[in-house]
């Protein structure tokens, strides 16, 4: 991080694991948490909350997971309503988002 930049960012690390994910499906979880800045544990639950929550369908292959991003669903926060996921994506790391659903 920059030295003049602060410790808090734009968005949650929920946004960061989706880019994450966005950019590279089959990207493992230690990965994940590197990129993102947290621990392995951490990015568990944060996928899990993503997949309880419909954002995103893991798929087992082999001994793997890959992920799906389900792009319409609806962002959580009230000043966001009427937007999906799908546009935040569409900024943030727009060609490989487009394989995502």
């Keep these: 991080m920059c030295p003049f930049m602060t410790q808090w960012t734009f968005l949650t690390n929920h946004a960061h694991v989706l880019c994450c994910i966005a950019r590279d499906p089959g990207i493992r979880l230690r990965d994940v948490a590197e990129r993102v800045g947290v621990t392995e544990r951490a990015a568990q639950r944060i996928v899990s909350d993503l997949v309880e929550g419909g954002y995103l369908d893991r798929m087992r292959e082999g001994r793997r997971n890959s992920y799906r991003i389900r792009r319409d669903r609806p962002l ?26």
């Design 76 to 101: 959580r926060h009230p000043v966001e309503n009427g937007h999906h996921i799908g546009e935040v994506l569409d900024l943030l790391c727009p060609e490989p988002s487009r394989q995502a659903v």
